[in-house]
């Protein structure tokens, strides 16, 4: 992944971002208690944080990348943003843990929700908004070799969630088609909001991929690209 280099471009191209961000805010309180502890894990640039800041009064925004972290400061400089990574995290403890676009990426599943486990309160919550299994499922089906990006099942989420002693309250999951102008700008908004997996592949294989990715999955001129949204709202079951 390549966020922190992405961060001047990627508010532009975060079109994605942006619906699960709304979609995901769907599920938030209307107004968290005013002693409520929040912090955001992978704000980014702040496409969250924006619906966050409409009902949170005690935010923490934080990210890894400190160039995201940077601009997301200059957005919304009245609440407190820290370097944090998600993976690893210490701290707390905090009443909720919220992210959008971010829990897709752990490497470790299972290591990363016990790690929030371990920081949120006694009856604490987690609410993630992320793409699962079906996600840029037009690429798989014109690659010949399976792409670089692969996505977890919701059903292995929700026994990763579980495993780590946060029990589902809810979860949903939906199917978004996005179009775009060509399969050439579908990639180039995969790379200019950082989510970049290197992959040797040949020009003139990766000519005939996109010539046959624009065949297929045409839409009046343009193409399209079908994201699987997960949200899934969860309850700190282990009290320490």
């Given at each position: 992944?390549?966020?922190?280099?992405?961060?001047?471009?990627?508010?532009?191209?975060?079109?994605?971002?942006?619906?699960?961000?709304?979609?995901?805010?769907?599920?938030?309180?209307?107004?968290?208690?005013?002693?409520?502890?929040?912090?955001?894990?992978?704000?980014?640039?702040?496409?969250?944080?924006?619906?966050?800041?409409?009902?949170?009064?005690?935010?923490?925004?934080?990210?890894?990348?400190?160039?995201?972290?940077?601009?997301?400061?200059?957005?919304?400089?009245?609440?407190?943003?820290?370097?944090?990574?998600?993976?690893?995290?210490?701290?707390?403890?905090?009443?909720?843990?919220?992210?959008?676009?971010?829990?897709?990426?752990?490497?470790?599943?299972?290591?990363?929700?016990?790690?929030?486990?371990?920081?949120?309160?006694?009856?604490?919550?987690?609410?993630?908004?992320?793409?699962?299994?079906?996600?840029?499922?037009e690429f798989n089906a014109v690659s010949p070799t399976p792409t670089p990006l692969q996505w977890r099942t919701p059903a292995s989420w929700l026994a990763a969630f579980s495993?780590?002693?946060?029990?589902?309250?809810?979860?949903?999951?939906?199917?978004?088609?996005?179009?775009?102008?060509?399969?050439?700008?579908?990639?180039?908004?995969?790379?200019?909001?950082?989510?970049?997996?290197?992959?040797?592949?040949?020009?003139?294989?990766?000519?005939?991929?996109?010539?046959?990715?624009?065949?297929?999955?045409?839409?009046?001129?343009?193409?399209?690209?079908?994201w699987a949204f997960t949200r899934i709202e969860a309850e700190n079951s282990v009290f320490q």
């Amino acid at each position: 992944m390549q966020f922190d280099h992405k961060a001047q471009l990627y508010d532009h191209h975060s079109h994605v971002q942006e619906a699960l961000a709304q979609w995901g805010a769907e599920w938030l309180p209307p107004a968290f208690a005013k002693d409520a502890h929040v912090l955001e894990l992978g704000a980014g640039t702040g496409t969250f944080t924006r619906y966050l800041t409409q009902r949170v009064h005690n935010l923490e925004a934080s990210d890894i990348a400190h160039n995201m972290l940077e601009r997301g400061k200059d957005q919304f400089p009245a609440i407190s943003w820290t370097l944090k990574n998600a993976w690893h995290l210490q701290g707390g403890p905090w009443d909720w843990l919220c992210s959008s676009s971010l829990l897709q990426w752990a490497p470790d599943a299972a290591s990363t929700l016990t790690t929030w486990q371990h920081c949120l309160s006694p009856k604490g919550r987690v609410l993630a908004n992320f793409y699962t299994a079906g996600t840029l499922r037009e690429f798989n089906a014109v690659s010949p070799t399976p792409t670089p990006l692969q996505w977890r099942t919701p059903a292995s989420w929700l026994a990763a969630f579980s495993s780590a002693g946060l029990r589902p309250i809810r979860h949903e999951t939906i199917l978004k088609r996005i179009t775009y102008a060509s399969p050439i700008a579908l990639l180039r908004a995969l790379h200019h909001t950082g989510a970049v997996v290197p992959r040797k592949t040949r020009l003139p294989q990766m000519r005939r991929l996109l010539e046959e990715y624009a065949h297929r999955f045409n839409a009046d001129g343009k193409v399209y690209a079908t994201w699987a949204f997960t949200r899934i709202e969860a309850e700190n079951s282990v009290f320490q």
